[in-house]
């Protein structure tokens, strides 16, 4: 799987836009973005995954740059409720289930959203 | 829709007991399914996968073992607990593509 790069942590304003950035400069061609996120005392939550395409669901977007290497989750307008740690990960396309489908969460991105 | 389930919430253990934590999955067959463990401060780190019934993955050596007797029911145990056994266990299920659907944990500390 390749390697993802995210800023340790930042902060946004409650009402306003978090972009979350993620690099992930050696994806290949048959990999995908995820995102989760990770409330504090809870277990993860899936957030969005995309391939080359931006995608946009009730929760997030994801904007993939054209090249691929770089990818943005953004919460359009975040709220309190939205502090978390934001997981980036690139995992192969596909459902091989004898191989398990193991996800790696790495550091994240700790986001605090103040009021 | 899908429910996972995971009991008890909380655990505080002496060192040396047993240990045994039930994970279940309702509105899906087949899943994958997961255990992972979060020490304080640290990262997710994956123990166990399950693919199907009896078919059990483990990704580290430790202290722990994980069984799978029905589709839908995965149990973590432990023989007798170390204080490194302490943190919050999480049991997941597998979506189509990979995405993972998480329980509420169980925060189990070990004394």
């Known amino acids: 799987d390749a390697k993802t790069t995210q800023p340790p942590s930042m902060d946004c304003a409650e009402g306003r836009a978090a972009n979350l950035p993620c690099n992930h400069s050696?994806?290949?061609?048959?990999?995908?973005v995820y995102w989760y996120r990770q409330i504090h005392s809870q277990g993860p939550q899936y957030i969005i995954h995309?391939?080359?395409n931006n995608e946009t669901n009730e929760m997030a977007s994801l904007i993939i740059t054209e090249d691929r290497k770089s990818s943005t989750l953004i919460l359009p307008h975040a709220t309190l409720r939205d502090t978390a740690v934001y997981y980036c990960i690139v995992r192969v396309a596909g459902m091989i289930k004898a191989a398990g489908n193991k996800l790696t969460f790495g550091g994240g991105t700790r986001v605090l959203v103040k009021p | 829709s899908q429910t996972i389930h995971q009991w008890p919430a909380t655990l505080v253990q002496p060192v040396g007991s047993p240990l045994s934590l039930e994970c279940t999955v309702e509105g899906t067959s087949n899943p994958n399914l997961y255990w992972y463990r979060q020490a304080a401060g640290r990262g997710l780190q994956l123990l166990f996968y399950?693919?199907?019934?009896?078919?059990i993955s483990s990704e580290v050596p430790q202290n722990l073992s994980a069984s799978r007797p029905q589709d839908r029911q995965f149990i973590l145990s432990s023989k007798k607990l170390l204080l490194s056994d302490s943190g919050f266990y999480l049991c997941?299920?597998?979506?189509?593509?990979?995405?993972?659907?998480f329980g509420p944990g169980t925060r189990l500390t070990v004394t």
């Open positions: 050696t994806i290949s061609g048959n990999e995908y």
């Open positions: 997941a299920w597998g979506g189509q593509l990979y995405e993972q659907y």
């Open positions: 399950s693919v199907g019934i009896g078919q």
């Open positions: 995309g391939l080359k």
